[in-house]
Structures are given as structure tokens and as C-alpha cells.
């Protein structure tokens, strides 16, 4: 299974909130961001807290099939082990 499968919207990821550390963000939208130079499609990744409505976003497939960017806002790089 591809990274960019994992990541659905309506599911949570344990990933703590950037404003009232909450500790999982619902994934909201995924969308098309660009292609890679290895062909793999780069997607952005925006979440949103359901208690404080913070949001927040990262790239998947970021330069390479694969690989997780940070967050804008927390820092932290998300895991697909986290998503529920």
C-alpha cells in the first residue's frame, strides 16, 4: 500500500494540537500538490483539532515517495502508525 493511501480524510492521527495540546487531529483534506522528480505525487496533508478548531498541515511523498515534511505549525513529523 502507497503512503499517500494511508492518509484519509475524516480519520485522526495521533499528532498533539500546536494550541491546546490536544492530543489527536482529525486529517480534513488531502490535496494534489505537485510531482516529484521520481514520478511519485506530492500531496498536502491539512488537519484540523476537534477541540480547539486549530489547524495545522505537512507534505507526504515530500520530494520522494515516502518521506513525511514537518509540520507547519507543531514541528512534529506525523507516522501512518498513528492514524486511526
Known amino acids: ?7 484519509v480524510e475524516r480519520r485522526f492521527i ?3 494540537c500546536h494550541k491546546c495540546q490536544h492530543p489527536a487531529m482529525e ?5 494534489v500538490f505537485e510531482t516529484n ?13 476537534p477541540r480547539c478548531q486549530a489547524t495545522d498541515q ?3 511523498n515530500d520530494g ?6 514537518a509540520s ?11 492514524i486511526k
Open 1 to 7: 500500500m502507497r503512503l499517500a493511501d494511508e492518509f
Open 14 to 16: 495521533v499528532f498533539q
Open 27 to 31: 486529517i480534513t483534506t488531502k490535496t
Open 37 to 49: 522528480p521520481d514520478g511519485s505525487t506530492k500531496f498536502r496533508i491539512e488537519t484540523t483539532c
Open 58 to 60: 505537512f507534505g507526504i
Open 64 to 69: 520522494q515517495e515516502g518521506k513525511i515534511s
Open 72 to 82: 507547519a505549525n507543531s514541528g512534529q513529523v506525523a507516522k501512518v502508525a498513528n
